[in-house]
Antibody
Framework: EEQLVESGGGLVQPGGSLRVSCAAS????????MGWVRQAPGKGLEWVAD????????YYVDSVKGRFTISRDNAKSSLYLQLNSLGAEDTAVYYC???????????WGQGTLVTVSS | QSALTQPPSASGSPGQSVTISCTGT?????????VSWYQQHPGKAPKLMIY???KRPSGVPDRFSGSKSGNTASLTVSGLQAEDEADYYC??????????FGGGTRLTVL
């Protein structure tokens, strides 16, 4: 059974950094693009970033370019998102997603909450 | 790119049908058959219900169906059940590594 489990969320001060992780299981991790989608409290869904299986291509929403970095460790079937220069607008639940192509997200993790506040 | 436009709310009685719209442009919804729909219950992760406009993943009841006309995609839930009460989001490939989501529709089963 396909499963995605996020970890690493928490409270961070404005301007701070955090790394969230996603452990994948139940499928061939190296066969899929993976990504992150976030949801601010009481708001809708927003795609954040995507990464190709061999890490040769990475894409970001404009609002996080230069601040967030997506990466993966295929040997560990794990996905990561490094969040730097955080602002209040980055407060959200961050979901790890499996992307079956053209931004069709067929599996979602349970999410990890990142709160940016002083 | 702007978000796709969805009505903020929709409702229906048990057993009835309800349709939720998702309006974009010729650069996203109208230009590609890569529209997906997601169901999200309160406090839970979204779940893929429809992809490629009208395809259902394994395990999704056939009460859920999707369609598209021009720049507007639609999700129809037939034979409404209490457990269908949730938020529904659409998304579409927007070309050149872009994706847009709709703002979400809260479906209430009366």
């Amino acid at each position: 059974e396909e499963q995605l489990v996020e970890s690493g969320g928490g409270l961070v001060q404005p301007g701070g950094s955090l790394r969230v992780s996603c452990a994948a299981s139940g499928f061939t991790f190296t066969a899929y693009w993976m990504g992150w989608v976030r949801q601010a409290p009481g708001k809708g869904l927003e795609w954040v970033a995507d990464i190709k299986p061999d890490e040769s291509e990475k894409y970001y929403v404009d609002s996080v370019k230069g601040r967030f970095t997506i990466s993966r460790d295929n040997a560990k079937s794990s996905l990561y998102l490094q969040l730097n220069s955080l602002g209040a607008e980055d407060t959200a639940v961050y979901y790890c997603v499996r992307d079956i192509g053209w931004y069709r997200f067929d599996y979602w993790g349970q999410g990890t909450l990142v709160t940016v506040s002083s | 790119q702007s978000a796709l436009t969805q009505p903020p709310s929709a409702s229906g009685s048990p057993g009835q049908s309800v349709t939720i719209s998702c309006t974009g442009t010729s650069s996203d919804v109208g230009g590609y058959n890569y529209v997906s729909w997601y169901q999200q219950h309160p406090g839970k992760a979204p779940k893929l219900m429809i992809y490629d406009v009208s395809k259902r993943p394994s395990g999704v009841p056939d009460r859920f169906s999707g369609s598209k006309s021009g720049n507007t995609a639609s999700l129809t839930v037939s034979g409404l059940q209490a457990e269908d009460e949730a938020d529904y989001y659409c998304n579409s490939f927007g070309g050149s590594n872009h994706v847009v989501f709709g703002g979400g529709t809260r479906l209430t089963v009366l």
